[in-house]
């Protein structure tokens, strides 16, 4: 079966408490990396990250490599129960891939595993959402477009000469603007969040124009995953016939609480793509029970069939290198969780 599996993950992981107390050595890095990867294979799954292990923050490490990408601090919305607030990116000058980023990570994680080599990247739409037009400097915003469509280009061109075959573009742009107060906020920046779905999907589709055929790109929406907490909430009507015209394979999507809204907006899933169901929270440690899982399985069933739907956890459990409020045994035991009710529901 190629990806996604029935049982499925988003990407980052735990660090190690070895690997937390010195994040930037290379040696430590690659030894939990290697843990990791054997604890993935250990309980059954087929697709296997690094853990997201060499980076501090799931989207500003990449993002930050592409000339023309700078940093700046949030002025919101921002994440409820915590005082530290992730920075955003900002266009400070002509958007360039100027350097592989990231290919050497996925290189040696591909050598170290004979399972699925799994990578992860920010979505385009991260390039913009947070600070929107108030924060490109590009003159014209459909040269910006263009320009944030090439380097995708590039950058996945530079992983499927590394030989991966399973890519997946982590994006908050849709699953946020399904919250008033983030579409408010896009008015502020000098955008119009009625168009914003359509214009974010039209750029991913520019991305993966020249994708090859054997590679499968995934998308995960997320509402925010920052030590446990959240930004946005709002279920995905608003959203939905945007984001599933994007051209990628399948949508890895929020479903752990009601934050996210009902399954109704998949019934505006294409006929061919796939759904992976974020059922198992990543916030939290308490172990969802396989019925509760199964019964939620059914309930999507009724919009998109059996066949076309996968499982996994919500969002990663370290989208930064903080890391959520659960423990590593808690961790593992959900992806073993996700693992065990994907092989009772598609037998």
């Avoid at 059954?44 to 292990?53: A, N, R």
């Avoid at 000098?190 to 750029?203: F, H, N, V």
């Avoid at 608003?238 to 394979?249: H, L, N, R, T």
Wanted: one cysteine or more; a positive charge; glycine letters at 6%.
């Amino acid at each position: 079966m190629k990806p996604p599996f029935r049982a499925d993950q988003v990407g980052s992981l735990l660090r190690p408490a070895y690997l937390t107390a010195a994040r930037k050595d290379r040696q430590f890095q690659d030894r939990a990396i290697l843990d990791a990867i054997k604890k993935q294979e250990a309980i059954g799954l087929e697709s296997i990250t690094d853990g997201e292990f060499r980076r501090d923050w799931w989207h500003l490490d990449f993002l930050t490599q592409l000339e023309g990408v700078g940093l700046r601090q949030n002025p919101g919305p921002k994440f409820a129960g915590t005082e530290e607030q992730p920075p955003m990116p900002i266009v400070t000058g002509k958007l360039r891939y100027a350097k592989p980023i990231m290919v050497d990570d996925f290189i040696f994680l591909k050598a170290n595993t004979k399972k699925t080599a799994k990578i992860t990247i920010p979505s385009p739409s991260m390039l913009h959402l947070r600070g929107g037009r108030a924060a490109i400097a590009y003159a014209d915003m459909e040269e910006f477009w263009s320009d944030a469509a090439s380097v995708y280009r590039e950058a996945i061109a530079a992983f499927a000469k590394a030989g991966c075959a399973y890519l997946q573009l982590d994006d908050v742009a849709f699953a946020y603007l399904c919250d008033p107060k983030i579409r408010d906020n896009c008015k502020r920046n000098g955008d119009d969040p009625e168009t914003l779905p359509a214009r974010y999907a039209r750029t991913i589709r520019e991305s993966l124009r020249d994708k090859p055929k054997n590679m499968v790109v995934a998308m995960h929406t997320c509402r925010g995953n920052f030590k446990s907490a959240w930004v946005a909430k709002g279920g995905y009507e608003a959203v939905a016939e945007a984001m599933f015209a994007s051209s990628v394979d399948a949508f890895f999507m929020e479903f752990d609480s009601a934050r996210a809204g009902g399954f109704e907006p998949l019934r505006f899933l294409p006929k061919g793509k796939k759904v992976v169901l974020g059922l198992v929270s990543s916030k939290t440690g308490s172990l969802e029970t396989s019925d509760f899982l199964k019964r939620k399985i059914d309930e999507a069933a009724k919009f998109v069939p059996l066949e076309d739907l996968c499982l996994s956890p919500q969002c990663g459990f370290s989208s930064t290198h903080h890391g959520n409020q659960l423990t590593q045994d808690e961790q593992w035991r959900k992806l073993e969780r996700v693992v065990q009710t994907a092989k009772e529901v598609w037998r």
